[in-house]
């Protein structure tokens, strides 16, 4: 039934007879008849009908052909069997069969025209099969004779030439793979002349020309063989990559580059080349110590070369330690320039192939390209922190590695000078500011720097202790920049730059040190003999015979020459008029001279040689501040303690007044033999002189507060914090006994004198012109600091002049004498003198051989103008001090006597002027209103009193008891007194 379901639906081609004869055999067992079939096709059925009764068919009828209808229906019966009932299913079943025969009829009658047509198809294609079967057997048989009549040597004769031409093809394929065999032997000898470009080229062409063969058996064999070689080629680029790190050669790179361009790997090749880089620098500054290292240790022990590379830094002794860091640093520059000169090479590259992309020939390789240049250029730019990183990390390890605190000084400056100079290369290598070699440096100089300046303040204290205070002969153009230690002022801070060399690289001061090195040389390879071309040229030779200048100054003069005879001459001697002049014309000259040649000393400074040590240390300072200016504050705080210490130790050996002087009208009973500074200062005071200054007090107080330890004892013993405070003092300086103070005949040590003091000031001096560099090195917080300390201290040091050479002036006239003479002297006399006293005469003839004696000095050491006039102005206003004092010991005296004052005391004034240029003369007032106060009523004197302080009570007291005693009643003068009194009061 399933098939004629089929059939229905398909309507196939079957003819009526093939359709019955696919029923299953139940489905056969009745068959309807021609006639029976032309009865049911005649019965009029409706079509709906006859479909409703065909689809009320149960499925199983329509099921595989094993299906079994009699059984199903019995198996359908009820149990209990109604006769009508299985009638009328009988009934039911027959028009169904009915229908479906009906069914089957109608599509068999219906395809019966298509059935008749392919029937006739089917003949005519048996037709013509026989006579195709003709066809083929005379072919045959033609195909015999054939074959019969065509010779086998035509056939062999071409089988031949087509085995020749495959021979042929074979031969040349063979001479071929011939060549490629033997292309490993070039390949080797490319690859030793580093032919690298060529080598891949052939190659990679190997390989192509292998693929063409690749049906032969051999041809698998050479490939596997080239692709050897090929990685083998890679392995040698690799290496001849990282020989650029330490030695780049342009060519040589060139070679490399293009090798890996044509094996498309330039972003690897830049991966690679950076790697190498990083282990070039581990590796070299690895080998640089560690040779130093083993040649230290002499002896074959392996264990060095385990270390790492930190610890292995801790081993290099003080002896080896510069050598080994110049020999670091000069590895690490040849590194770092062959960065530099391959980040060069690619940008000449870029710029090369930019101008032939820019035409547009092939987009993609241009997109390609320009993205592995991107690429390539990004890498060399990140890779610049990151090597100058790791540079600095191996010069850190290094500078940390040893202690530097027992560095020579030119050691130090050797090694900040090497690393100022690797910082300068850092920033122009990446604009780095070095902040781990700034900060290592920093610590190694503040332990280094706290101990050198310990120990230079101990070498300052004992130069000053064994100073004999004699003129260091300096030629007349000295300048502190003449010197080794300050050749760094005279030139731009560029470490590369030898300061000798300064001038003749003046026309690459602007160039980077890359662009000066860039075909040879090494920065750090001219350091080592800068110090043997920086020479100096100070001292005069000979004690100034090589300049004539010095020589006519200080050597006596035995020509008529103008000129040199006023250098040989001292001023002071020449205004004396005791020294023979051949003209009024020619001493005029001489003392229109006098002031140049006294100022100037031929432009020779006076210092010694403890001043040039001074002065070296401050260089030495100013060239460790300029390195590191992050400890700028503390090397010029150290600097300061120097000029402190130096000026201490020349007020201390001669400012003080520790010695009686022999001086009446100065002295202040109990307080001449005082040893003490505040007791000193109290005698100067006293004097009514100022000699003291409140600022030069102020500052000496705190020197020797601050800097001198005055408990400096080797028993002395303290607490831990007293100990670590002393420790930043330094004991006070004692003079030298070599040095005489006390000798008449040399005004005291007066040469001593005023070398001390005078290299004083040239010191002063010195610091002002360094003050515009100092203050541009400090920290700005800071300024304060060094602006007190010039203000307070570097200015103060002319004061020092007072004090210093009023204990000569106290010494080099006999005041005492002068007293003593004048006590002789009748002063109530009747009648006007026209003849002054001879304590007059006594007293200028001090004053000349006082100047007689300044000569003499002056040809010893040349006495400045400003040193003179504080000579004679203290002399002076001694003497004058001591002619009121003499004035105040007279116990009668009249008008005449009075009148014979003033004929002394302008005797005194017209011979004086002769022998000194000052004007106007020092305490000429003071003199000469004591005189007039004589003269004074009772009113008039209680007023000079309350307003002329500067007198002492004794000189206060005459004038109420010799000149008004006679006039004046008893109460009067006990007001006078008193009023003297009260003046006196807060004196005491």
Request: hydrophobic share 35%.
């Amino acid at each position: 039934m399933q098939k004629i379901k089929s059939l229905m639906t398909r309507q196939g081609p079957k003819s009526p007879q093939e359709s019955l004869s696919d029923l299953s055999p139940v489905e056969n067992i009745r068959i309807p008849s021609k006639e029976e079939l032309r009865e049911m096709r005649e019965q009029p059925i409706d079509p709906q009908a006859e479909q409703e009764i065909i689809n009320s068919i149960e499925d199983v009828y329509f099921s595989n052909d094993s299906f079994d209808i009699v059984q199903h229906e019995l198996e359908k019966l009820p149990p209990v069997l109604n006769l009508q009932e299985i009638e009328e299913y009988r009934d039911k079943l027959k028009k169904q069969q009915a229908a479906v025969s009906k069914k089957v009829a109608d599509l068999i009658l219906e395809k019966q025209p298509s059935y008749v047509k392919e029937l006739d198809r089917v003949t005519s294609l048996q037709a013509n099969l026989q006579l195709g079967a003709v066809i083929c057997t005379n072919a045959r048989r033609q195909l015999g004779f054939a074959k019969e009549d065509f010779t086998q040597a035509s056939l062999g004769l071409l089988a031949n030439q087509r085995k020749r031409q495959l021979l042929t093809g074979l031969l040349k394929s063979l001479r071929t793979i011939k060549t490629l065999q033997r292309t490993d032997v070039r390949l080797s000898e490319m690859l030793e002349e580093e032919d690298y470009p060529g080598a891949i080229q052939l190659c990679l062409e190997c390989q192509k020309a292998a693929s063409t063969f690749k049906h032969y058996s051999c041809i698998s064999e050479l490939n596997s063989k080239l692709q050897d070689t090929l990685e083998q080629i890679e392995e040698q680029l690799d290496v001849a990559l990282s020989k650029t790190c330490k030695s780049f050669d342009i060519n040589h790179y060139t070679k490399v580059q293009q090798a890996y361009t044509l094996l498309g790997k330039t972003q690897t090749a830049m991966d690679q080349l950076h790697m190498h880089f990083t282990q070039a620098i581990h590796n070299t500054v690895f080998q640089v110590v560690l040779g130093y290292v083993e040649l230290c240790a002499g002896n074959a022990d392996t264990k060095f070369q385990k270390m790492q590379y930190k610890d292995l830094c801790t081993h290099i002794t003080l002896d080896s330690y510069i050598p080994c860091l110049s020999d670091l640093c000069k590895a690490l520059w040849e590194v770092m320039l062959s960065y530099h000169r391959t980040m060069e090479w690619h940008e000449e590259h870029d710029n090369e192939e930019t101008v032939p992309a820019s035409d547009g020939s092939s987009t993609d390789g241009t997109e390609e390209s320009n993205f592995d240049r991107s690429y390539v250029k990004k890498k060399l730019e990140h890779g610049l922190t990151r090597i100058w990183q790791d540079v600095q990390l191996k010069a850190k390890a290094y500078l940390l590695g040893t202690d530097m605190s027992n560095f020579k000084y030119d050691d130090f400056i050797f090694v900040l000078d090497v690393i100022s100079r690797l910082m300068q290369v850092g920033e122009e290598f990446c604009g780095s500011k070095s902040e781990v070699l700034q900060e290592s440096i920093k610590k190694q100089s503040v332990n280094y720097f706290k101990n050198y300046h310990r120990t230079r303040l101990e070498e300052l204290r004992m130069f000053l202790e064994n100073e004999t205070w004699e003129l260091c002969p300096v030629k007349s153009n000295f300048s502190i920049v003449q010197l080794h230690e300050f050749k760094f002022m005279g030139q731009s801070r560029s470490p590369s730059v030898s300061p000798s060399k300064h001038a003749s690289t003046a026309s690459t001061a602007t160039m980077s040190l890359f662009e000066q090195y860039h075909n040879g040389g090494n920065p750090f390879e001219m350091q080592t003999d800068s110090k043997d071309d920086e020479t100096e040229d100070v001292l005069a030779s000979n004690g100034y015979e090589s300049d004539e200048l010095e020589k006519c100054a200080y050597q006596d003069y035995d020509s008529d020459s103008d000129v040199p005879e006023e250098l040989k001459r001292d001023y002071v001697d020449e205004q004396t008029g005791d020294a023979p002049v051949k003209s009024v014309s020619r001493d005029t000259l001489r003392s229109r001279k006098k002031s140049d040649y006294s100022l100037n000393k031929v432009n020779a400074p006076i210092l010694t040689n403890t001043t040039l040590n001074v002065i070296r240390l401050v260089g030495k300072y100013m060239q460790m501040m300029n390195i590191l200016k992050p400890i700028a504050f503390d090397v010029i705080h150290c600097m300061s303690q120097l000029f402190d210490y130096y000026l201490y130790a020349v007020y201390t050996f001669f400012g003080r007044n520790d010695m009686q002087v022999p001086n009446p009208s100065v002295s202040v009973p109990g307080k001449e033999q005082s040893t003490s500074r505040q007791t000193t200062v109290c005698s100067y005071e006293s004097s009514g002189l100022g000699l003291i200054s409140s600022r030069l007090r102020t500052t000496l107080n705190r020197i020797q507060e601050g800097l001198i330890d005055l408990e400096a004892a080797p028993e002395t013993t303290g607490s831990h914090v007293a100990g670590e405070e002393r420790k930043e003092k330094v004991p006070s300086p004692h003079l030298s006994q070599l040095v005489v103070l006390t000798a008449s005949g040399t005004l005291y040590g007066l040469a001593e004198r005023v070398v001390a003091t005078e290299s004083l000031v040239f010191l002063a001096e010195q610091f002002e012109c360094l003050q515009p560099h100092l203050d541009t090195m400090i920290p700005a917080a800071k300024k304060p600091f060094l602006q007190q300390f010039y203000s307070q201290t570097v200015s103060t040091t002319s004061e020092l002049r007072k004090p210093i050479y009023w204990i000569v002036a106290a010494k080099a006239i006999d005041y005492e004498q002068m007293l003593l003479l004048m006590a002789g002297v009748k002063w109530d006399i009747k009648e006007i003198m026209s003849q002054h006293n001879i304590y007059v005469d006594v007293l200028l003839k001090e004053f000349e051989q006082f100047n007689k004696r300044l000569g003499d000095v002056s040809r010893q050491v040349c006495i400045p103008l400003p040193v003179s006039n504080v000579l004679w102005e203290h002399c002076i206003r001694l003497a004058n001090r001591t002619l009121v004092e003499g004035y105040a010991n007279v116990k009668k005296c009249s008008n005449e006597g009075r009148a014979l004052m003033q004929l002394d005391f302008q005797q005194f004034l017209m011979k004086l002027e002769k022998l000194t240029d000052i004007r106007p003369i020092p305490d000429k007032e003071f003199v000469e209103t004591y005189i007039k106060a004589y003269y004074l009523t009772e009113n008039d004197m209680e007023q000079f009193i309350k307003n002329h302080r500067e007198y002492s009570t004794k000189q206060l007291t005459n004038l109420v008891s010799v000149c008004l005693g006679s006039h004046i009643n008893k109460k009067a003068r006990q007001k006078l007194l008193a009023a003297i009194d009260d003046i006196d009061r807060p004196k005491r």
